[in-house]
Protein backbone atom coordinates (compact mmCIF):
# COMPACT_ATOMS: atom_id res chain seq x y z
CA UNK A 1 0.00 0.00 0.00
CA UNK A 2 1.33 3.44 -1.01
CA UNK A 3 2.37 5.89 2.02
CA UNK A 4 3.25 8.59 -0.59
CA UNK A 5 1.41 12.38 -0.65
CA UNK A 6 2.63 12.45 -3.87
CA UNK A 7 1.59 16.18 -4.81
CA UNK A 8 3.33 17.76 -1.87
CA UNK A 9 6.57 15.49 -2.65
CA UNK A 10 6.71 16.77 -6.16
CA UNK A 11 7.53 20.76 -3.84
CA UNK A 12 10.24 18.25 -1.54
CA UNK A 13 7.96 19.36 1.10
CA UNK A 14 7.44 16.86 4.59
CA UNK A 15 4.07 15.94 4.63
CA UNK A 16 2.18 17.49 7.61
CA UNK A 17 1.22 15.34 11.01
CA UNK A 18 -1.52 12.26 10.62
CA UNK A 19 -4.85 12.87 8.59
CA UNK A 20 -3.86 16.47 8.04
CA UNK A 21 -1.55 15.57 5.10
CA UNK A 22 -4.58 14.80 3.68
CA UNK A 23 -5.29 18.26 3.29
CA UNK A 24 -2.28 19.87 2.75
CA UNK A 25 -1.66 17.12 -0.63
CA UNK A 26 -4.99 17.97 -1.44
CA UNK A 27 -4.03 22.01 -1.82
CA UNK A 28 -1.18 21.02 -3.24
CA UNK A 29 -3.35 19.23 -6.53
CA UNK A 30 -2.29 22.72 -7.76
CA UNK A 31 -0.98 23.30 -11.10
CA UNK A 32 2.47 25.41 -10.43
CA UNK A 33 5.07 26.76 -12.66
CA UNK A 34 8.05 23.71 -13.17
CA UNK A 35 6.49 21.95 -10.34
CA UNK A 36 3.82 19.90 -12.97
CA UNK A 37 0.01 20.54 -13.50
CA UNK A 38 -3.03 20.19 -11.56
CA UNK A 39 -3.64 16.75 -10.61
CA UNK A 40 -7.42 17.84 -10.68
CA UNK A 41 -7.40 19.01 -14.22
CA UNK A 42 -8.96 15.93 -15.62
CA UNK A 43 -10.18 12.37 -14.56
CA UNK A 44 -6.88 10.10 -15.08
CA UNK A 45 -4.76 12.63 -13.28
CA UNK A 46 -7.56 13.54 -10.62
CA UNK A 47 -7.91 9.30 -10.03
CA UNK A 48 -3.82 8.71 -10.07
CA UNK A 49 -3.83 11.27 -7.18
CA UNK A 50 -7.68 10.29 -5.15
CA UNK A 51 -5.77 6.47 -5.13
CA UNK A 52 -2.00 7.80 -3.53
CA UNK A 53 -3.74 10.25 -1.54
CA UNK A 54 -6.96 7.52 0.25
CA UNK A 55 -4.26 4.96 0.45
CA UNK A 56 -1.66 7.61 2.60
CA UNK A 57 -4.57 8.69 4.77
CA UNK A 58 -5.96 5.06 5.42
CA UNK A 59 -1.94 4.82 6.62
CA UNK A 60 -1.92 7.25 8.83
CA UNK A 61 -5.43 6.96 10.36
CA UNK A 62 -4.53 3.59 10.49
CA UNK A 63 -7.60 2.05 8.40
CA UNK A 64 -8.42 0.59 4.89
CA UNK A 65 -10.74 2.67 3.36
CA UNK A 66 -11.33 1.85 -0.38
CA UNK A 67 -10.92 4.77 -3.00
CA UNK A 68 -13.82 6.66 -3.79
CA UNK A 69 -14.93 6.79 -7.62
CA UNK A 70 -15.25 10.03 -9.56
CA UNK A 71 -16.83 11.82 -12.45
CA UNK A 72 -15.67 14.60 -14.59
CA UNK A 73 -18.32 16.66 -12.61
CA UNK A 74 -17.12 15.81 -9.57
CA UNK A 75 -14.19 17.58 -10.74
CA UNK A 76 -15.30 20.87 -10.90
CA UNK A 77 -16.70 20.51 -7.19
CA UNK A 78 -13.40 19.29 -6.15
CA UNK A 79 -11.59 22.49 -7.62
CA UNK A 80 -14.08 24.54 -5.91
CA UNK A 81 -13.46 22.88 -2.65
CA UNK A 82 -9.87 23.54 -2.89
CA UNK A 83 -10.21 27.16 -3.80
CA UNK A 84 -12.66 27.47 -0.92
CA UNK A 85 -10.11 25.51 1.74
CA UNK A 86 -7.38 27.68 0.18
CA UNK A 87 -8.94 30.93 1.25
CA UNK A 88 -9.27 29.46 4.67
CA UNK A 89 -5.68 28.77 4.71
CA UNK A 90 -5.14 32.21 3.79
CA UNK A 91 -6.81 33.95 6.70
CA UNK A 92 -10.04 35.11 4.51
CA UNK A 93 -13.84 33.89 5.32
CA UNK A 94 -14.92 31.58 3.09
CA UNK A 95 -18.57 33.13 2.78
CA UNK A 96 -21.60 31.19 3.41
CA UNK A 97 -22.14 27.54 5.37
CA UNK A 98 -22.01 24.18 3.86
CA UNK A 99 -23.04 20.36 5.13
CA UNK A 100 -20.76 17.49 4.55
CA UNK A 101 -21.51 14.03 5.83
CA UNK A 102 -19.78 12.64 8.76
CA UNK A 103 -20.12 10.12 11.27
CA UNK A 104 -19.18 9.26 15.14
CA UNK A 105 -17.68 5.93 15.08
CA UNK A 106 -17.21 4.36 18.57
CA UNK A 107 -14.33 2.21 17.97
CA UNK A 108 -14.53 -2.09 19.96
CA UNK A 109 -11.68 -0.41 21.78
CA UNK A 110 -14.35 2.39 23.28
CA UNK A 111 -12.76 5.11 21.10
CA UNK A 112 -15.01 7.64 19.42
CA UNK A 113 -13.42 8.00 16.20
CA UNK A 114 -14.61 10.99 13.64
CA UNK A 115 -15.06 9.12 10.51
CA UNK A 116 -16.36 10.45 6.72
CA UNK A 117 -18.98 9.45 4.78
CA UNK A 118 -20.89 9.85 1.67
CA UNK A 119 -19.77 9.10 -1.51
CA UNK A 120 -17.64 10.06 -4.45
CA UNK A 121 -16.38 14.07 -4.13
CA UNK A 122 -18.39 13.88 -0.98
CA UNK A 123 -16.45 11.11 0.65
CA UNK A 124 -13.24 13.08 0.09
CA UNK A 125 -14.90 16.21 1.51
CA UNK A 126 -15.67 14.83 4.32
CA UNK A 127 -12.48 13.51 5.34
CA UNK A 128 -10.80 16.80 4.30
CA UNK A 129 -13.19 19.07 6.89
CA UNK A 130 -12.81 16.17 9.25
CA UNK A 131 -8.96 16.71 9.62
CA UNK A 132 -9.61 20.62 9.59
CA UNK A 133 -12.01 20.08 12.13
CA UNK A 134 -9.38 17.68 14.40
CA UNK A 135 -6.37 20.28 13.18
CA UNK A 136 -8.17 23.29 14.75
CA UNK A 137 -9.24 21.40 18.12
CA UNK A 138 -5.44 20.31 18.38
CA UNK A 139 -4.35 23.94 17.24
CA UNK A 140 -2.26 22.49 14.87
CA UNK A 141 -4.44 24.79 11.90
CA UNK A 142 -2.55 27.85 12.04
CA UNK A 143 1.20 25.51 11.23
CA UNK A 144 -0.84 25.02 7.73
CA UNK A 145 0.40 27.99 5.40
CA UNK A 146 1.24 28.71 2.02
CA UNK A 147 4.55 29.47 0.52
CA UNK A 148 4.87 33.51 0.36
CA UNK A 149 6.60 33.33 -3.26
CA UNK A 150 3.58 33.94 -5.52
CA UNK A 151 5.75 32.19 -8.09
CA UNK A 152 5.06 29.14 -5.92
CA UNK A 153 2.03 29.38 -3.32
CA UNK A 154 2.74 25.54 -2.31
CA UNK A 155 0.93 24.46 1.07
CA UNK A 156 2.98 23.30 3.56
CA UNK A 157 3.55 22.41 7.49
CA UNK A 158 5.24 24.84 9.27
CA UNK A 159 7.29 23.03 11.80
CA UNK A 160 9.64 25.93 12.89
CA UNK A 161 9.54 26.57 16.83
CA UNK A 162 7.55 29.67 16.97
CA UNK A 163 5.39 29.17 14.18
CA UNK A 164 7.40 31.99 12.07
CA UNK A 165 7.87 29.87 8.53
CA UNK A 166 6.92 31.88 5.01
CA UNK A 167 8.83 29.91 3.25
CA UNK A 168 8.51 26.22 1.77
CA UNK A 169 11.74 26.12 0.90
CA UNK A 170 14.19 28.64 2.32
CA UNK A 171 16.79 27.59 0.12
CA UNK A 172 14.68 27.81 -2.78
CA UNK A 173 11.70 30.23 -2.10
CA UNK A 174 13.53 32.11 0.33
CA UNK A 175 16.75 32.80 -1.57
CA UNK A 176 14.83 34.21 -4.62
CA UNK A 177 12.41 36.33 -3.39
CA UNK A 178 15.52 37.68 -1.27
CA UNK A 179 17.57 37.63 -4.25
CA UNK A 180 14.28 39.63 -6.21
CA UNK A 181 14.12 41.81 -3.13
CA UNK A 182 17.65 43.11 -3.09
CA UNK A 183 17.60 43.91 -6.86
CA UNK A 184 14.57 45.81 -6.24
CA UNK A 185 16.00 47.79 -3.25
CA UNK A 186 19.41 48.39 -5.47
CA UNK A 187 17.45 49.49 -8.71
CA UNK A 188 15.23 52.14 -6.10
CA UNK A 189 18.70 53.28 -4.91
CA UNK A 190 20.22 53.69 -8.07
CA UNK A 191 17.00 55.98 -9.73
CA UNK A 192 17.54 57.69 -6.26
CA UNK A 193 20.67 58.75 -7.02
CA UNK A 194 20.69 59.35 -10.27
CA UNK A 195 17.21 61.98 -9.83
CA UNK A 196 19.57 63.44 -6.98
CA UNK A 197 22.46 64.10 -9.42
CA UNK A 198 21.66 68.00 -10.86
CA UNK A 199 22.88 68.52 -14.20
CA UNK A 200 25.66 70.56 -14.53
Known sequence: MSSAWSASQRYGITAAPGGLGLVQDFLNTRGIGAYGPDLLADAALAGEWVADAVHAWSAARGT???????DDGDLAKLRALRARIDSLVAGETPGGRSAVPAALVVTDAGEVRLEPSGTGWRWLASALWAEILLSQQADTWRRIKQCHNHRCGSTFYDRSKNNSGVWHD????????????????????ERANGSAVSPQ
Open 64 to 70: DVPVPTF
Open 170 to 189: VKTCGNAANLRASRARRRER
